[in-house]
């Protein structure tokens, strides 16, 4: 009756054990994809964060209106000017007078 039991008892720990070791490969397993897709992920850059709001919407339309009107200056310029210099010294004037235009048609920034 010992013996029976003794051999029941050692049958069923080297089942649990077959188990645990199982469990402990699908860990380590389940780990080493998790890192490898942390790894991924941390290499893409993460999406921008919009704030959600009419306000912020409307800053939004009025920071788009205000760069596409910067854009359109330059292209709009470009084509007359013979030289990069003087190119490049619109574009740094206009981006220079971009804030004091901002705070003169939409008020504090």
Same mark, same amino acid.
């Given at each position: 009756?010992?013996?029976? /039991? =003794? !051999? #029941? $008892?050692?049958? @069923? +720990?080297?089942?649990?054990?077959?188990? *645990?070791?199982? /469990? =402990? !490969? #699908? $860990?380590?397993? @389940? +780990?080493?994809?998790?890192?490898?897709? *942390?790894?991924?992920?941390?290499?893409?850059?993460?999406?921008?964060?919009?704030?959600?709001?009419?306000?912020?919407?409307?800053?939004?339309?009025?920071?788009?209106?205000?760069?596409?009107?910067?854009?359109?200056?330059?292209?709009?310029?470009?084509?007359?000017?013979?030289?990069?210099?003087?190119?490049?010294?619109?574009?740094?004037?206009?981006?220079?007078?971009?804030?004091?235009?901002?705070?003169?048609?939409?008020?504090?920034?």
């Amino acid at each position: 009756m010992a013996k029976e /039991r =003794a !051999r #029941k $008892r050692a049958e @069923r +720990e080297a089942v649990q054990a077959a188990e *645990r070791e199982k /469990r =402990a !490969r #699908k $860990r380590v397993r @389940r +780990e080493r994809i998790d890192r490898g897709k *942390r790894a991924v992920a941390s290499l893409v850059p993460d999406a921008p964060k919009r704030t959600p709001g009419l306000l912020a919407r409307k800053r939004r339309r009025r920071l788009f209106a205000f760069a596409l009107g910067i854009v359109a200056i330059c292209a709009l310029t470009w084509p007359f000017l013979p030289s990069w210099t003087a190119r490049l010294v619109v574009l740094v004037l206009v981006l220079l007078a971009a804030p004091v235009v901002w705070v003169m048609s939409f008020g504090r920034v």
